[in-house]
């Protein structure tokens, strides 16, 4: 096979791969929508206390001697997210192994693009709750929720280029990255020095497996469950354990994909040969094995498991994390709420922050030869993607729970995500279909 045809296949792999990617950010993005509607509604029903009684609803967990109890939104928020940080963490990690931040110039946009677009929301917020308590909520704001934003891109059709995509994909990952830092550093309660030095330790142990070259999921499975207890009990959010235990996971496979499509090439034609006798028929089946085990070898460990996690994260836990988190009981007083200093905080920080610093740092990074526009992109496409950054949810209810401790302010933190992230999706859509080529 010659270098060109390689390349080529190469090529066609990762971008048969970032495609159903984006695809799946689409679905995802419906699926939490609807189940945000169907939080409001049953938040502002009759039923009111029936959704209650969900969210506090008690659910216990047992691991040999330890008890620990949960409400059912503790359950989703601190055990259930952290399998959403996992996928979070290995898709971090595939992308700088490689994707698009592979390389300084390919990571460069994205990369100065984040990092700004979190800047003027966490300004803005501070500048309106700047010296009272709730400056704490500046870390609400800032960041993206990947799935809606690749999922109102993915309504644009084939209209929206490749490059803007990939692009946007990219920024909010790097987005997610300084979330994690930002939930790391700002919003952790009293440290539990010993429990935190035990996370270290296996944490270390992790890292020892992956250079070792151990490969059994299993075993990184078992080590992350004891990570996970040890960061809940050491005052650092459990969800970094998530994130923490990707970045220790293998991505290399143990036989590389040439030697893969050499042996798998000869096992098939052994399994396709008409059989004669029992003998024939044992070496077929062995044949069956062997190319069972090359199929799993091919695969790294951060594939099989960031491939086999993400239908249970996209369609199950991102949903149900909707449901209990996006439920607010609107009376007039939280109506009235939304000219308060953190209600503008937040919908100013969403819609005016992220498209401003989003904007002018990519304006800058090319201006000045940090960086270059993915091919086919423009200037205008890139402010309309840079609003559409303003679609926080997610990750901007995570941080609002950490946050706000008092039901009154999470729920006004609540609305105006949702307001902030409404307005973002609108306006970003509107003005992407103003932005790209006309279909023939």
């Known amino acids: 096979m010659t270098p ?10 990762i971008t048969s791969s970032f495609q159903e990617f984006f695809q799946k950010s689409f679905a995802a993005g419906i699926t939490i929508l609807v189940c945000s509607a169907i939080a409001m509604i049953w938040a502002n ?14 659910v216990a967990m047992t691991f040999g001697s330890l008890n620990l109890q949960f409400s059912f939104e503790q359950f ?37 693009a984040a990092l700004s677009g979190m800047l003027f929301p966490g300004l803005i917020y501070a500048a309106f709750n700047l010296g009272t308590p709730q400056i704490r909520g500046w870390g609400v704001p800032v960041a993206t929720d990947i799935a809606f934003a690749l999922g109102i891109l993915a309504l644009l059709g084939p209209r929206v280029p490749l490059g803007l995509k990939v692009f946007l994909a990219a920024l909010a990952i790097v987005d997610d990255l300084l979330s994690v ?10 440290l539990n ?19 070792l070259g151990v490969q059994k999921v299993w075993i990184y499975a078992i080590l992350g469950v004891v990570l996970w207890l040890c960061v809940l009990f050491s005052g650092v959010h459990a969800t970094i354990a998530g994130v923490v235990l990707a970045l220790t996971i293998p991505g290399e496979s143990k036989i590389d994909g040439i030697s893969f499509f050499r042996k798998s090439r000869d096992l098939v034609d052994r399994i396709a040969k008409k059989v004669e006798n029992d003998e024939e028929e044992g070496l077929q089946l062995d044949a069956v094995h062997t190319l069972e085990n090359l199929c799993e070898n091919v695969q790294s460990p951060l594939h099989r498991i960031e491939h086999g996690m993400q239908t249970v994260v996209t369609f199950i836990i991102l949903p149900l994390f909707a449901l209990i988190n996006a439920g607010v009981a609107i009376d007039t007083t939280i109506a009235a709420s939304l000219a308060s200093p953190v209600s503008l905080g937040i ?26 526009l993915p091919a086919n992109v423009d200037f205008k496409q890139v402010y309309g993607v840079s609003i559409l950054c303003g679609i926080g ?48």
């Open 4 to 13: 060109t045809k390689r390349l080529k296949i190469l090529t066609e792999t």
């Open 45 to 58: 029903s009759g039923w009111h206390e029936s959704y209650e009684g969900l969210r506090h609803m008690k």
């Open 76 to 112: 989703v928020n601190d055990a259930l997210m952290v399998l959403f940080f996992l996928v979070v963490g290995l898709e971090i990690k595939r992308e700088v192994l490689v994707g698009e931040l592979s390389s300084r110039k390919k990571a460069m946009l994205p990369m100065v």
């Open 181 to 190: 830092l930002v939930i790391a550093i700002f919003y952790t309660s009293t």
């Open 193 to 211: 020095v010993g429990m935190l030095l035990w996370a270290v330790i296996v944490t270390a142990a992790l890292y020892l497996l992956n250079r």
């Open 347 to 372: 919908m100013f920080g969403l819609f005016v922050g992220k498209q401003i610093g989003v904007t002018l740092a990519a304006l800058l990074s090319v201006r000045f030869g940090i960086a270059d």
């Open 393 to 440: 949810f997610t990750m901007a209810l995570f941080v609002g729970h950490l946050a706000f401790q008092d039901a009154v302010s999470l729920d006004i933190a609540k609305l105006s995500i949702l307001i902030g992230s409404a307005i973002s999706a609108i306006v970003g859509s509107l003005v992407l279909r103003s932005a790209l080529p006309r279909t023939t």
